[in-house]
């Protein structure tokens, strides 16, 4: 019984391990265009970095580095999460298949739910 526990932690934990690696599909620089007017230009340098700057819209300049925890959901079908340095909270499905972005920002007890196109650039 106890091999059988341990056979299926470790098959968790395995599938978990590979999940959490954005694939290199996910890795550029992409337009988010927000219903609203907000346009954000996001880089993804690598599996653990990515970088945004608001060009369009109330935010325009706005800008930051950030770590996030990426997961790879379906084929083309990611979830992001971060914490920026003024302390919201971000979170997403990017989902690159049908090149939309579903964005949820909580700052303070402000939920902020949001949607937009995709446009890949590089």
Wanted: aromatic share 12%.
């Amino acid at each position: 019984m106890k091999q059988m526990q341990l056979l299926i932690a470790s098959l968790l934990f395995s599938a978990f391990a590979t999940a959490a690696h954005a694939s290199e599909a996910y890795i550029g620089q992409f337009l988010y265009q927000y219903e609203g007017g907000n346009i954000y230009r996001v880089t993804v340098h690598d599996a653990k970095s990515m970088s945004w700057v608001c060009i369009e819209g109330a935010e325009k300049g706005a800008n930051g580095m950030e770590t996030p925890e990426r997961f790879k959901v379906s084929n083309k079908v990611y979830f992001a999460t971060w914490v920026e340095k003024t302390g919201i909270n971000v979170s997403q499905v990017i989902d690159l298949k049908n090149m939309k972005v579903y964005s949820t920002i909580i700052d303070g007890k402000e939920r902020y739910v949001l949607k937009g196109k995709i446009l890949r650039e590089k």
